[in-house]
């Protein structure tokens, strides 16, 4: 029994160092297809849509970083956690699904300069008498979150004394607080206010002040320079064009709650 | 471009992760043995139970064999709560993996209760033993014997399915994985130390296992 316990331990040591090298530049253009990492259940980031294909603003987006390096989008789908290891494991080449930029997560992947910011705001219901985010300070509030999500981190520091629930996804969140199991959900209010529709009866409350900001970057492999530098400069032309502000109206219906401020030297 | 692994952000986490682990074993532990009470009842009523007792636990071994274990608690966990009934995620995890486990190990265990020769259940009553009796000195031992095997392959399905918990707000092993490695992104390292946790974890349950197996019905199981 030890020796197969040892020979497995030996098996995984061995299969750990195979992890491809990511694709350069060079090597996308060849091979005619962007990889593009999004998450399938995140409208209206990315997610199925009435005719069943990918749409949301991660699509247009993949769409026009794959037309400006004139090769075929491929999406990729992943999930909330698995977006990093995707992009570690060379599954994909580059990862959107609302990447928020942190230096641990730096020392990992690279980042390139913002696409869209988040600011956290607390979706709640009548039934929470707390009118600012600092209300929610106390014990007795159960906070919901996604586990995989950056800002359950973030929060402990922020909120520390509420309990923390963490589910599996987006809907879940805002099904754990219409069914009671918790108090309120702070988060970038955009990515969840959709799924409040489910559950009409339910007086939702929206406290919009927010508690911070984070900016939310287009992912690529460690050391990818060439990929990060071509992006770096698309996004600002695609920022600068109203591109992004344009798109992320058309599928929010309001603009971004912090703009991303331009900067072409970066 | 390159990958270097890094183990040095999960080691820090590791006792936090071995609490994870402690939660895991529990949610394996209470599922096996309050499975293993509906299963020995529920093998029981398949074999000696009127038409009525082995159509309904037919039925209820079809619907539990035949549905992923994660839609049994979901469904527990998400749908019940319309219904007026809101139950902890803990509890949820614990009743849907009971009900699980209820299911295989009634087939499990119909094989050892079919494995009793008829011969031995005659003598039993002609001496006069109880019902009780007759479970615990006859047929158990018996029983045994025959599913120790398939039994502890279960348990560590258990202990490994114990981790569609963490989809459902408990914090076990596998939860807790993916917590830190949100925060870190160290994932493939984070999940090699978490396998090697779980084969600590499996080794560990069939060991004593195998210890009740002997102590308790004599079998011949190996230990390590």
């Known amino acids: 029994m030890f020796r197969r316990f040892f020979l497995l331990c030996l098996a995984l040591a061995l299969a750990l160092p195979a992890v491809a090298p990511a694709r350069t530049l060079d090597e996308i253009i060849k091979s005619g297809t962007l990889r593009v990492g999004v998450n399938p259940n995140f409208p209206p980031m990315s997610s199925y849509g009435k005719s069943n294909a990918l749409e949301g603003f991660d699509v247009d987006v993949g769409r026009a970083v794959a037309q400006s390096l004139g090769v075929k989008v491929e999406f990729v789908t992943t999930e909330t956690a698995q977006r990093v290891p995707f992009l570690v494991s060379n599954r994909i080449d580059i990862a959107l699904g609302a990447l928020t930029r942190t230096p641990q997560r730096a020392k990992l992947v690279s980042f390139t300069v913002p696409l869209h910011t988040e600011a956290m705001g607390v979706i709640t219901t009548d039934k929470v008498a707390a009118r600012t985010w600092q209300d929610l300070n106390k014990k007795e509030v159960t906070l919901v979150n996604m586990r995989g999500n950056l800002s359950v981190d973030i929060l402990k520091g922020k909120l520390p004394n509420p309990k923390v629930l963490l589910v599996d996804g ?97 | 471009m390159d990958y270097t692994f890094q183990f040095g952000d999960v080691f820090a986490q590791l006792p936090y992760l071995l609490g994870g682990a402690l939660v895991s074993l529990q949610i394996a532990f209470v599922s096996f043995w309050a499975g293993t009470v509906i299963g020995i009842a529920g093998a029981i009523a398949r074999v000696y139970g009127n038409p009525l007792a082995r159509r309904v636990t037919g039925g209820y071994v079809t619907f539990f064999t035949n549905t992923p274990a994660l839609v049994q608690v979901f469904l527990l966990y998400y749908a019940l709560p319309d219904a007026g009934v809101l139950l902890q995620p803990m509890t949820a995890v614990l009743i849907g993996l009971t009900l699980n486990a209820g299911a295989y190990l009634t087939e499990i265990l119909r094989a050892g209760v079919i494995s009793v020769r008829r011969s031995e259940m005659e003598a039993a009553i002609t001496l006069g033993m109880s019902r009780l009796q007759i479970l615990r000195f006859v047929m158990l031992p018996h029983i045994a014997k025959t599913i120790y095997a398939p039994l502890s392959n279960f348990f560590v399905w258990l202990v490994l399915g114990s981790s569609l918990a963490a989809l459902f707000g408990v914090e076990e092993l596998t939860g807790r994985a993916i917590n830190i490695s949100t925060a870190n992104l160290r994932t493939i390292e984070t999940f090699a130390v978490v396998a090697v946790i779980y084969v600590v974890l499996t080794l560990l349950a069939s060991t004593s296992l195998a210890l009740v197996g002997r102590w308790a019905f004599r079998v011949k199981a190996k230990v390590i």
């Open chain 1, 170 to 266: 987006n809907a879940d969140t805002i099904r754990a607080i219409a069914q009671g199991r918790a108090d309120a959900l702070v988060e970038n209010v955009d990515f969840f206010l959709n799924f409040t529709r489910n559950y009409p009866n339910v007086k939702w409350r929206v406290l919009k002040d927010p508690i911070f900001v984070a900016y939310c970057a287009i992912g690529v492999r460690k050391n990818n320079e060439a990929l990060r530098e071509f992006l770096n400069v698309l996004l600002y032309d695609l920022h600068s064009s109203g591109m992004i502000n344009d798109t992320w109206k058309k599928w929010y219906g309001a603009p971004m709650a912090v703009p991303v401020a331009v900067d072409p030297f970066f």
